[in-house]
């Protein structure tokens, strides 16, 4: 996992081969999210056979609320051999600080 700003992870999910995932809740994705990001929340009692179904060969754009959740999908990630995970330090709370768009 390589750890990220705001700055930096909207430089690498314009990267067309990478998957940007948000681990949140559905109602806090519903809330509002980054554009084109798939929703698998770390909570669900399916989310390790969730991530496991996801292309392991591509590269994850992983964040959360505030980057806790998505620090710990993203250790989870790597430790069942995805090629690569990118952590949003301060999740979407610094992805909205920073004045990047959200959408519902």
Same mark, same amino acid.
């Given at each position: 996992?390589?750890? /990220? @700003?705001? &700055? =930096?992870?909207?430089?690498?999910?314009?990267? %067309?081969?990478?998957?940007?995932? #948000?681990?949140?809740?559905?109602?806090?994705?519903?809330?509002?999210?980054?554009?084109?990001?798939?929703?698998?929340?770390?909570?669900?009692?399916?989310?390790?056979?969730?991530?496991?179904? /996801? @292309?392991? &060969? =591509?590269?994850?754009?992983?964040?959360?609320? %505030?980057?806790?959740?998505?620090? #710990?999908?993203?250790?989870?990630?790597?430790?069942?051999?995805?090629?690569?995970?990118?952590?949003?330090?301060?999740?979407?709370?610094?992805?909205?600080?920073?004045?990047?768009?959200?959408?519902?």
């Amino acid at each position: 996992m390589i750890n /990220l @700003d705001a &700055s =930096k992870f909207a430089e690498k999910i314009a990267e %067309s081969d990478v998957v940007v995932l #948000d681990v949140r809740t559905p109602k806090e994705f519903n809330g509002g999210h980054i554009t084109n990001a798939i929703n698998i929340d770390i909570y669900n009692d399916y989310f390790n056979s969730d991530i496991s179904a /996801l @292309d392991k &060969s =591509k590269s994850y754009a992983v964040y959360c609320h %505030s980057g806790k959740r998505s620090v #710990d999908a993203s250790s989870e990630m790597d430790l069942i051999g995805f090629k690569a995970t990118y952590n949003l330090t301060g999740g979407i709370i610094e992805w909205v600080d920073s004045g990047r768009e959200t959408v519902n």
